[in-house]
């Protein structure tokens, strides 16, 4: 994105590519250090999701890279085809029937359904190209009262929602049903 463009000059601006309109830009992700937020969230219009995501969602990630300049009414150009967009959707992760980019996700607080902070999303794990599982740095008064490893991946199908006022990912089990699925433990190795 052109260091010119602020997110404030952009909230609920059309996002058009050629005279297509996608969505609506919606805001972006806060961050204490803003060069990590490399995506604005975008209101997808319902034909465009249906046509260019495997799986419908509302909402998705719009690169701030492809924004190319703001048009004569207002809305915002990309630089990319409709195709280059559909790409970057595909490399996403789903979580509550929303599209996340990695960048977006990334020192985001991960708590139990219990409401136990378990720590922060560190990275991910693709598996034939598909985010299969987030790894986290787990708290040390964790590790020591249920001996769990300094890191550990949860599977994506796991998370069941974010909050974007407290920045945090919601699993849908408790952490002591987590450690016991099929997924977590074929993702985390059986010999935990």
Aim: a neutral charge; hydrophobic letters at 40%; glycine letters at 6%.
């Amino acid at each position: 994105m052109s260091e010119e463009y602020r997110i404030q000059e952009l909230l609920q601006r059309e996002v058009y590519v050629g005279d297509t309109l996608v969505g609506v830009i919606t805001g972006e992700r806060s961050h204490p250090r803003d060069e990590f937020v490399k995506s604005m969230r975008l209101e997808v219009v319902d034909d465009v999701a249906g046509e260019y995501m495997r799986k419908p969602a509302e909402h998705a990630p719009l690169s701030k890279e492809l924004v190319h300049s703001i048009r004569p009414d207002g809305g915002v150009k990309l630089s990319k085809s409709m195709r280059e967009l559909q790409r970057r959707w595909r490399n996403t992760i789903r979580i509550d029937e929303q599209l996340w980019a990695p960048d977006e996700l990334v020192d985001r607080a991960v708590m139990d359904n219990d409401g136990i902070d378990l720590g922060n999303v560190a990275g991910f794990v693709k598996v034939k190209r598909t985010y299969r599982g987030v790894v986290i740095n787990t708290h040390a008064i964790l590790r020591r009262k249920y001996n769990l490893p300094e890191q550990l991946i949860i599977p994506v199908k796991q998370l069941a929602r974010t909050t974007a006022f407290l920045d945090e990912l919601i699993l849908r089990c408790t952490l002591k049903r987590l450690v016991t699925l099929p997924s977590y433990l074929q993702l985390n190795g059986d010999s935990e």
